[in-house]
């Protein structure tokens, strides 16, 4: 068994950091670079793409809505060319300032709301997929595992990763449980590393109203903007280890 784990990284933004980014390097085998919409700029990104290369880490785009101040957690109204249009800025910008560090990107992860509407809505879900293709066909488009993400992906013709959260409650549905509700985000970490190690060992996930959620996964997300990041993916990865669970990038696979 081999997982990618992945965290999303250079949200800081001007003179304000967010994150723990370098921490994180040591137990990540992906880094998700916010691409200056919902988080981060050009120095932090130059900034995340050396850290990244420095850690052997595959490095990919996380484009997300045009909104700082929301952090991109908020819905916007975007049309489908809207988001197509911004997708491509993005994740062109984030593969132009890998470049110039000899750096190629393996994957793409849209941000917060955009993630969250495009893994339920197909026009905006083939909308990435067609931005991602026209950047580069061979990039890996992450989703939720049975989404409208990864099925535009796939008739896009780009490869695709399954994706779960091991510290984000789950709905009955497989959809991520809003922020709002209570448990939403999970801090005990012992139960985070157990849950991790049951989505990839039995394939399932327990929901918030207690159903079982059969799942398949290739790469797990550990948010880096949470109290204790670093401390609880090394503990996440040492405990898929334990399992006998390799940890690799997807490009390595």
Known sequence: ????????????????????????MASITSANVACGFHAGDPGAMRETVALAKAHGVAIGAHPGFPDLVGFGRR????TPQEVEDFVVYQVAALAGMAATQGVPLQH???????YNMACRDRALA????????????????????????????????????????????????????????PGSVMHDTEAVVARAVRMVRDRNVVALDGSIIPLEARTICLHGDTPGAADLARAVRAGLERAGIQISALSSK
């Open 1 to 24: 068994m081999r997982m990618d784990l992945n965290s999303d990284l250079g949200e800081s933004f001007g003179p304000w950091p967010m994150g723990q980014d370098a921490a994180l």
């Open 75 to 78: 819905e916007m109204k975007a």
């Open 108 to 114: 793409v992860k849209a941000h917060g709301a955009l």
């Open 126 to 181: 083939d909308a990435i997929a067609r931005a991602v293709a026209m950047v580069d066909r061979r990039l890996i488009l992450f989703g939720l595992p049975g989404s409208e993400l990864l099925r535009a992906g796939e008739a896009a013709g780009l490869p695709v990763a399954a994706e779960v959260f091991a510290d984000r409650a789950y709905e009955r549905d497989g959809s991520l449980a809003s922020r709002s509700k």
